[in-house]
């Protein structure tokens, strides 16, 4: 059926409730349904992650949403010595310096040759981490700085709405099946422009 690992799990214990010859059993395996329904909801373990920062290097990174952005950037070849990242960004060329030497020290990025390449490592950060805060703070600031200068390629979208329980999860698991996809096509994309997405879906109390 093509189905991966947790979704055969999710299957096979659909089938299990079905054939359970107890209620007691039956409770077991839905409580098992429940817990693969639950972790399949956490983006990490949706996209693939290679490094784990260590709690102070996270704090620094996720600090400025420059270090993301100098680190994506030498993804790009015109942008892959810092006298270029220099020019993009109007910083002192001590804070540059700083910010790139923090990347290649914690292998974000590499610098081979005399040009700064970005390095094999990625991040992400988990749901619970008190730094999602200042990490979603960073972009959706840099958002609201390029909302008055947006061109016809570009996009930005809010919409409150009323919605069913139900419908508002398959929003979710809509959204989550949307940055996978994301995360796929960027992995193969060639680099030639830095860019954002934002996705914000919240209950308003």
Not at 5 to 14: C, K, Q, V
Not at 90 to 106: C, P, Q
Not at 116 to 125: A, E, W, Y
Not at 169 to 198: H, Y
Request: glycine residues 2%; hydrophobic residues 40%; contains cysteine.
């Amino acid at each position: 059926m093509g189905l991966n690992e947790a979704e055969s799990d999710y299957f096979i214990l659909l089938v299990q409730i079905q054939r359970a010859g107890t209620q007691s059993l039956k409770r077991k395996f839905e409580r098992d349904l429940q817990k693969i329904k639950t972790k399949s909801q956490d983006i990490a373990t949706r996209v693939a992650v290679d490094a784990r920062l260590s709690d102070s290097d996270a704090a620094q990174f996720y600090s400025s949403w420059l270090y993301a952005a100098v680190r994506q950037l030498s993804s790009i070849p015109e942008f892959q010595n810092r006298s270029r990242l220099l020019e993009k960004y109007n910083i002192k060329k001590d804070e540059l310096n700083r910010v790139v030497d923090f990347l290649i020290s914690t292998n974000l990025c590499i610098e081979k040759s005399g040009k700064v390449l970005i390095g094999p490592n990625k991040t992400h950060l988990d749901s619970k981490s008190p730094l999602v805060y200042l990490h979603h703070k960073n972009w959706r600031l840099k958002g609201i700085e390029k909302h008055n200068n947006l061109n016809e390629n570009e996009l930005m979208y809010s919409a409150p709405f009323t919605v069913s329980a139900n419908d508002f999860l398959l929003f979710r698991e809509k959204i989550v099946q949307l940055i996978q996809e994301l995360v796929e096509i960027t992995d193969s994309s060639k680099p030639e422009t830095l860019a954002c997405f934002n996705a914000d879906l919240f209950f308003i109390e």
